[in-house]
C-alpha cells in the first residue's frame, strides 16, 4: 500500500480549518461548505485541535447549547493525533479502526500539510486492488511467465 504523501498529492483545494476562539457555527458553515466532515484547529499556524460534525452535535446540540456563542475550543479534540507524509497509508488504517476516528491531520515539520480521511484511504485500497487485479488477468492471458 501506498504512503500518506501520495494520497495528499491526488487531494485538491485549500486546507481548511477554524481558530479555537472562532465559534462552533463558524466551523459548521466551513464544513458545509466544503463538504468536510471535519475541519482543523490551527491558532497562529499551530495545530491545536480537531472539530467534527459529531463533536457539534454531541457537545452542542444535544446539551441545548448556542453555536453561535460556543467557541470551537470548547467542543474540539485537543492535541488529534496525526501521521506524516512518509508514513504508510496500513499504519493509518489501523490506527483509525482501533481509535475509532476517520480523520487524520498530517504534519511535515510540525507544520500541517493536509488531512487524510478514512474515504481516502479506502479510495487508495480499492485502487491498489483494482491494479492488481489488472496485472494479474494481463498475466494469465499472456500465459504466465516467459510467454
Do not use: W
Not at 472539530?51 to 460556543?70: E, F, R
Amino acid at each position: 500500500m501506498n504512503t500518506v504523501k501520495q494520497v495528499l498529492a491526488q487531494k485538491t483545494g485549500p486546507l481548511i480549518y477554524v481558530c479555537s476562539d472562532d465559534m462552533v457555527v463558524d466551523a459548521l458553515c466551513h464544513m458545509r461548505d466544503n463538504r468536510v466532515r471535519s475541519v482543523l484547529v490551527i491558532d497562529e499556524g499551530v495545530l491545536v485541535g480537531i472539530v467534527t460534525q459529531g463533536d457539534c452535535a454531541i457537545k452542542v446540540l444535544l446539551p441545548g447549547l448556542d453555536a453561535k456563542l460556543t467557541p470551537v475550543s470548547q467542543v474540539m479534540t485537543g492535541n488529534p493525533v496525526t501521521v506524516e507524509p512518509k508514513d504508510k497509508l496500513e499504519i493509518c488504517m489501523s490506527m483509525m479502526a482501533t481509535r475509532r476516528f476517520r480523520h487524520l491531520p498530517v504534519l511535515e515539520e510540525g507544520k500541517v500539510v493536509g488531512v487524510i480521511s478514512i474515504g481516502d484511504i479506502v479510495k487508495e485500497a480499492i485502487t491498489d486492488l483494482e491494479r492488481n487485479v489488472g496485472d494479474l488477468m494481463g498475466y494469465i492471458t499472456r500465459g504466465g511467465v516467459g510467454s
